[in-house]
């Protein structure tokens, strides 16, 4: 099995390397359920302190004399002859470390003679044990020559964090594998990699393998239900053998045990007759719902629409019901994009394509490529306005316009549509239809575009960062500190760039024509603006095929933008643009 990292143990890594440090020790046994990550630990720990060795005992050995280490001086003679040449060996001025798996295994004679080892020689044991210390490392314990450490399970956040790092799962199945493996990384490289390790069933017996088979496939259950599916005396030792657990009259499985890792280690028939003894799981989930989202939008409370659409996607996430999870986070991610918050909208609708488990969903449809789509209504709409900013990201104004104008003939996008064609240079064109729809301030902000009005422009900008649309606010912040300077009033002007620019900071990177504007001067005619925005990029033959002028026209937009602009080329021109 490849390594897996090493997650949330600086703390019990910092305390080995403190043991190692005090002379008067000679060794750390780490104590703990099976599972938990012992042997890791130490190996780890072992790797940052000093040249090592290992010796790894089984239940298999335990009947030979020294069976456990012979292989760390293989030669003939008996175990006098042994440990002369494990002192030679290990005597020197260097501390070794000694890791040692599962001590409880240990033959008697190789538990005798590691005592004396680490006695004797510089030698530093790292033990690791889920059961009872052998008889002469336990009077080295009792002794304060060795010093015990025990490990627990991991915390939640360290295994959500492991679990994102091995997995590879949706939000779904990551909730489902931290819940599942309780802390235990065992646990989860078996639910990962589904590996063999039947030994938990095996270490059962007849009567209490029956409660645990119960268990995996009921994941849950009130004891008074348990116990009317099997013997009262077989629960009892399945919970005296550690391998269920009972909290509140409730059984469940105690980790590393769980539900799917024993279901795939039991066979078709015995799945198929314990659920038949079993009642239907409910699956009714309390939460908010999705109307409450949609109320919020069309107040323009966007701020209650994500308080909404993070609620919805924690229960649904916790309750594990995919499809609610991936309708919240897509409903999250509409929230996120309204607002200007371009990375965080894109990671929920990635998040809400891959619970969906579908090519063909709406949310999958807001990632990939607009022309790949050829959807109908509603959706045909958003399609239409990516394909509008996919435009405009190239410096394709016209067309961008074009494809917002076409969405506007869907209803429910229409105002949305409108406004996009608005921000774009549309402004004198929709801001009349806005009105006429209802949205005022929509209206007000394309009207206050289209006319440079700079104190309309400032209202707009406090509606929209009121209403949570951080990406609008910038963007008419910008434009209001554009019109002021026109006007010769600096102070305001320098005033809303600098709220601009703060409001764009929380817009994750998002780059629009009008934020842009801040950065060139109102001289410039609308075509030379777009040759401008191209021409760090492209060179003038690739900007007029883009466009569809001539590379001609092309030289004599951006020698005209270059004049008003008192720049000397594309050199300059990217030092202006930040490109």
């Given at each position: 099995m ?8 600086v ?6 390397e ?9 060794g ?6 099976w ?6 630990l ?5 790797a940052?302190?000093?040249p090592a060795e ?8 335990q009947?030979?004399?020294y069976?456990?280490?012979?292989h760390?001086?293989p ?8 440990l002369?040449?494990?002192i030679?060996r290990?005597r020197g001025?260097?501390?070794?470390v000694?890791?040692v798996d599962d001590?409880?295994?240990l ?7 590691l005592?004396q080892l680490?006695t004797?020689?510089p030698v530093f044991l790292?033990?690791?044990t ?7 490392l336990?009077?080295?314990w ?8 025990p490990i627990?399970?991991?915390?939640g956040d ?8 091995v997995a ?8 489902r594998?931290t819940?599942?493996?309780g ?6 490289r ?5 590996g063999p ?9 007849p009567?209490?393998?029956?409660v645990v088979?119960v268990?995996a496939c009921?994941?849950?259950m ?12 077989a629960?009892?030792a399945?919970?005296?053998a550690?391998?269920i657990r009972?909290?509140?009259?409730r059984?469940?499985?105690a980790?590393?045990l769980?539900?799917p890792?024993?279901?795939r280690l039991?066979?078709t028939?015995?799945l198929?007759r314990?659920r ?9 989930h309390p939460g ?14 966007l701020?209650g ?8 996607y924690?229960e649904s996430v916790?309750a594990?019901i ?17 607002q ?5 909208a ?5 998040e809400?394509?891959?619970?969906t488990?579908?090519?063909k ?5 807001e990632l990939?490529d607009?022309?790949?789509?050829p ?27 074009e ?13 949305t549509?409108l406004y996009?064609a608005?921000?774009?240079g549309?402004a004198?064109a929709?801001?009349?239809?806005l009105?006429?729809l209802g949205h005022a301030?929509?209206?007000?902000a394309a009207r ?7 104190d309309?422009l400032g209202?707009?900008?406090d509606?929209f ?8 606010a910038?963007e008419?912040a910008t434009a ?16 809303f760039?600098e709220?601009?620019e703060?409001l764009?900071?929380?817009?994750e990177?998002a780059r629009t ?10 001289q410039?005619?609308?075509?030379e ?10 060179t003038?033959p690739?900007?007029?095929?883009r466009?569809g ?6 030289s004599?937009?951006l020698?005209?933008?270059?004049d008003?602009?008192g720049l000397?080329?594309?050199?300059e021109?990217?030092v202006l643009l930040?490109?």
């Amino acid at each position: 099995m490849a390594e897996w990292p090493l997650t949330g143990r600086v703390g019990e890594l910092a305390a080995i390397e403190a043991a190692f440090r005090r002379p008067h020790l000679t060794g750390v046994l780490l104590t703990g359920a099976w599972g938990v990550g012992k042997s890791r630990l130490a190996q780890e720990a072992a790797a940052q302190l000093a040249p090592a060795e290992r010796v790894t005992a089984c239940r298999a050995l335990q009947t030979i004399p020294y069976g456990a280490i012979t292989h760390l001086s293989p030669g003939p003679g008996d175990g006098r002859a042994l440990l002369s040449r494990l002192i030679a060996r290990f005597r020197g001025p260097a501390r070794t470390v000694l890791v040692v798996d599962d001590v409880h295994f240990l033959d008697d004679a190789s538990d005798a003679l590691l005592a004396q080892l680490v006695t004797a020689c510089p030698v530093f044991l790292i033990g690791t044990t889920g059961g009872d210390v052998p008889e002469a490392l336990a009077d080295l314990w009792n002794s304060g020559r060795i010093t015990g450490l025990p490990i627990t399970p991991l915390p939640g956040d360290a295994m959500a964090a492991l679990v994102d790092r091995v997995a590879g799962a949706d939000a779904i199945d990551r909730h489902r594998l931290t819940r599942l493996s309780g802390g235990n990384p065992l646990a989860l490289r078996a639910l990962v990699d589904n590996g063999p390790y039947g030994r938990w069933l095996d270490k059962a017996g007849p009567a209490a393998r029956q409660v645990v088979e119960v268990l995996a496939c009921a994941e849950a259950m009130p004891m008074s239900l348990l116990e009317t599916l099997v013997e009262p005396a077989a629960v009892e030792a399945a919970e005296r053998a550690g391998l269920i657990r009972v909290d509140a009259e409730r059984a469940c499985l105690a980790p590393p045990l769980s539900g799917p890792l024993v279901r795939r280690l039991l066979t078709t028939s015995t799945l198929r007759r314990v659920r038949g003894l079993l009642p239907e799981k409910p699956t009714d989930h309390p939460g908010p719902d999705t109307a409450e989202f949609e109320a919020c939008l069309a107040r323009k409370d966007l701020h209650g629409a994500q308080e909404l659409a993070d609620r919805g996607y924690r229960e649904s996430v916790a309750a594990e019901i995919r499809e609610a999870a991936a309708t919240w986070a897509g409903l999250r991610g509409r929230a996120e994009a309204m607002q200007g918050r371009v990375r965080s909208a894109a990671a929920s609708f990635r998040e809400a394509a891959a619970l969906t488990r579908s090519r063909k969903c709406e949310w999958m449809a807001e990632l990939a490529d607009p022309c790949d789509h050829p959807h109908t209504g509603v959706l045909a709409a958003r399609i239409a306005l990516r394909r509008a900013w996919s435009h405009a990201a190239r410096g394709e104004i016209g067309r961008a316009i074009e494809c917002c104008l076409a969405a506007a003939t869907e209803k429910e996008a229409e105002a949305t549509a409108l406004y996009d064609a608005a921000r774009l240079g549309a402004a004198s064109a929709v801001h009349a239809r806005l009105a006429e729809l209802g949205h005022a301030d929509e209206a007000m902000a394309a009207r206050a575009l289209a006319r440079r009005d700079a104190d309309a422009l400032g209202r707009a900008t406090d509606a929209f960062e009121q209403q949570g649309r951080l990406l609008l606010a910038a963007e008419t912040a910008t434009a209001a500190a554009h019109a002021h300077r026109r006007a010769g009033h600096h102070k305001p002007a320098t005033l809303f760039q600098e709220r601009a620019e703060a409001l764009a900071q929380r817009c994750e990177g998002a780059r629009t024509p009008l934020l842009d504007q801040g950065r060139l001067p109102s001289q410039l005619t609308t075509r030379e603006r777009e040759v401008v925005l191209l021409a760090p990029s492209l060179t003038s033959p690739q900007i007029a095929a883009r466009l569809g002028l001539s590379p001609r026209t092309v030289s004599n937009y951006l020698q005209s933008a270059y004049d008003k602009l008192g720049l000397a080329g594309r050199a300059e021109l990217r030092v202006l643009l930040g490109t």
